[in-house]
C-alpha cells in the first residue's frame, strides 16, 4: 500500500491560466473522490468516480472543471480559465468499497496546493 | 447548510489529560460517522468511526461517543499527547439513501497538546 499520489503538490499559476492536477489512487481502490479544501473549512466534495465512470459531481463543480478517469486508474482534474477563488487546497481520495462501507474509509492523498495570483 | 458542525475551533490541553472534542449533526439520516486527523501539508488520515447503532466505540487512547437524540457525537483522547496535535475532522457520509457518495465533513477543530 503506496497510499494516494498527488502531482504536483503546489501549483502557482496567474489568472485566466489552466491548470491540470493528476491523482493516483491506491492500486485496488475502484472507487476516487476529488475534494477541495479552503482555510477556516473542512473538504467539500466535488465529484466520484467508480473504475472510469464519473457517477457524482458537486454543484461546486462549474463548467470550468472537468475531472477524468480514463482507465479507471489515475485522475486528472482541469481548471480552466482560473480565477483567485479557485486558491485552495484540491484532495483526491480513494476506497475500497465506498464513502458509506464501514470497513472501507477514504485514504486521502497530500493534496495540491494551488494559488491563483 | 452545514449538515456536519464543530462549533470549536480550537482547543488546547496538557499532555496527559483528556482531549474531548464535540460534533453536532443536523441531518438525521447519517447513520455512520467518522473522525479524521489532519496535520499540516498532510491530507486528512482516517482515525476512528461509529455507526449509529452503537453508541461508543474505542480504539487504544480513542474513543468516540454517539448520542443520536442528541444528534451529538464527541472523540476523546485519553491521555493526550504532543503528536496528536492537528485539526480533527468529524465527517459522515451521504445521506447514502439519496445515493450520494460524498463525505460531509465539519470545519475542524485544530487540538493543541502542551507539553
Known amino acids: 500500500d503506496t497510499g494516494v499520489s498527488q502531482d504536483p503538490r503546489h501549483k502557482i499559476t496567474k489568472r485566466g491560466q489552466n491548470v491540470t492536477f493528476r491523482c493516483d489512487p491506491i492500486s485496488e481502490h475502484n472507487r476516487l473522490y476529488w475534494y477541495r479544501q479552503t482555510l477556516g473549512q473542512g473538504p467539500e466534495f466535488l465529484t466520484y468516480f467508480q473504475n472510469e465512470a464519473q457517477l457524482e459531481k458537486s454543484r461546486l463543480l462549474s463548467d470550468r472543471f472537468s475531472a477524468e478517469r480514463p482507465k479507471g486508474s489515475f485522475s486528472t482534474l482541469e481548471i480552466q480559465r482560473t480565477e483567485q477563488g479557485d486558491s485552495a487546497m484540491y484532495l483526491c481520495?480513494?476506497?475500497?468499497?465506498?464513502?458509506?462501507?464501514?470497513?472501507?474509509?477514504?485514504?486521502f492523498g497530500n493534496g495540491t496546493r494551488l494559488t491563483v495570483t | 447548510d452545514q449538515q456536519v458542525k464543530q462549533n470549536s475551533p480550537s482547543l488546547s490541553v496538557q499532555e496527559g489529560r483528556i482531549s474531548i472534542l464535540n460534533c453536532d449533526y443536523t441531518n438525521s439520516m447519517f447513520d455512520y460517522f467518522l473522525w479524521y486527523k489532519k496535520y499540516p501539508a498532510e491530507g486528512p488520515t482516517f482515525l476512528i468511526s461509529?455507526?449509529?447503532?452503537?453508541d461508543k466505540n474505542e480504539d487504544g487512547r480513542f474513543t468516540v461517543f454517539l448520542n443520536k437524540s442528541a444528534k451529538h457525537l464527541s472523540l476523546h483522547i485519553v491521555p493526550s499527547q504532543p503528536g496528536d496535535s492537528a485539526v480533527y475532522f468529524c465527517a459522515a457520509p451521504g445521506p447514502l439513501q439519496g445515493g450520494s457518495e460524498k463525505l460531509v465533513f465539519g470545519k475542524g477543530t485544530k487540538l493543541t497538546v502542551n507539553p
Open positions: 461509529i455507526s449509529s447503532i452503537k
Open positions: 481520495a480513494s476506497s475500497l468499497s465506498g464513502a458509506g462501507n464501514h470497513n472501507s474509509p477514504l485514504h
